[in-house]
């Protein structure tokens, strides 16, 4: 049954977020879901988060880890509980085995492989079931495991870097440093949740970026790096082909690409996708989200200059923006951050919802939910 959730009951199911945001974009194909065990005294008995690469489950590593009697305990999970054998056991079998007489669920598993049967198999087996608790919250954890196994593609969240003003650099393209060191690490750390990161040929030719998480302790969760470069243009002594043996890599282009360099650049290490181009010459972006999604990545974080930025915009399938802001002001001599987005009137803009404000040294991250 769903309910109205008590403040215990959020309190311990914000915990169990908390934890899945942990591994949050290092699960695999698999969500990343908390897992928080509380005895019939309410207390923790035991905590845990879906292991990297996704395996084992919360589930099982919170069982495993109790020193505790959990007989008659209850579950809190941020994700309901599969019961479905693949590479893990079923949890909710698990749960039933335990003997826990209660499960706590923010949201409902719609994958096809469970939808339901979880639910359906802890109720028949006598196990006191409840749903949605702080359901919003979880959905901008899961939504991207969500979206991929029922529409084949990930979840698009947008970071942008700017002045005050909404500017990215200069006329002449100096943008270094628009932000502060703080915004910076806390941009490597996005990258340490994001499966993969995309970026455009531009961006590569300019800046020659390494796109890998550069925080001290999370380099093993760098993401993906995808390049959407239609004429191949990419040098081979930039860092990314350089680094291709130790990064995952993909670049995009187009369906008449130069088999010669498809060929030279795989024996670098890089993974070459040729998708169809739009009438605009930009590459069509429905079929770049359905190969990542193929390849299993359930968060993708675009990190482009405007014209990629706008082009996912106007796509109309952004999850979230996070937008870093500066205390330095450019003026009308500077970039904009978003390009043109051939709007008849305002109603036709992108609206979105504020979720959340860090204070980064004075300069803030703004984290907006694009609304629908």
């Not at 945001?21 to 035991?46: D, H, Q």
């Not at 719609?110 to 702080?134: C, E, F, R």
Request: net charge positive; glycine share 8%; proline share 3%.
């Amino acid at each position: 049954m769903k309910i109205t959730s008590n403040n215990e009951d959020k309190r311990y199911m914000r915990y169990a977020l908390n934890l899945a945001k942990r591994n949050l974009g290092n699960t695999g194909k698999n969500p990343s879901v908390g897992c928080v065990i509380v005895s019939k005294e309410k207390k923790i008995i035991s905590a845990a988060s879906t292991g990297l690469n996704g395996s084992p489950h919360a589930e099982k590593i919170a069982i495993e880890k109790s020193c505790a009697d959990i007989e008659g305990a209850t579950v809190y999970v941020t994700l309901e509980p599969c019961n479905h054998s693949g590479e893990n056991p079923p949890c909710a079998e698990l749960l039933v085995k335990e003997k826990i007489s209660r499960v706590v669920i923010s949201q409902k598993d719609d994958n096809p492989l469970v939808d339901g049967k979880g639910i359906k198999y802890l109720k028949d087996s006598d196990v006191i079931v409840d749903t949605g608790v702080l359901e919003e919250e979880a959905n901008l954890i899961n939504g991207g495991f969500l979206n991929r196994v029922k529409n084949g593609k990930p979840n698009i969240n947008i970071k942008i870097a700017s002045s005050a003003d909404g500017k990215t650099a200069l006329r002449d393209g100096k943008s270094k440093w628009i932000t502060n060191d703080l915004s910076r690490n806390y941009g490597h750390r996005l990258r340490s949740t994001h499966d993969a990161i995309l970026v455009g040929i531009n961006t590569v030719l300019s800046d020659n970026p390494m796109l890998n998480c550069r925080l001290e302790g999370l380099q093993n969760r760098s993401p993906c790096r995808i390049i959407l470069d239609t004429t191949l243009r990419i040098p081979e002594d930039s860092k990314i082909i350089k680094t291709a043996k130790e990064f995952n890599t993909i670049i995009f282009t187009n369906l008449n690409a130069s088999r010669k360099k498809i060929k030279k650049l795989e024996r670098l290490n890089v993974k070459v996708l040729r998708v169809s181009q739009l009438e605009d010459s930009y590459l069509n972006i429905d079929e770049i989200l359905l190969e990542i999604g193929k390849a299993g990545f359930n968060n993708l974080l675009i990190e482009g200059g405007h014209t990629i930025i706008t082009s996912f915009l106007s796509s109309e399938k952004v999850k979230l923006i996070y937008w870093f802001s500066s205390d330095k002001i450019i003026g009308g001599d500077g970039l904009s951050s978003i390009g043109n987005l051939n709007l008849q009137n305002i109603k036709e803009g992108p609206n979105l919802k504020l979720i959340e404000i860090i204070n980064l040294n004075n300069n803030y991250l703004k984290t907006y939910e694009v609304l629908k």
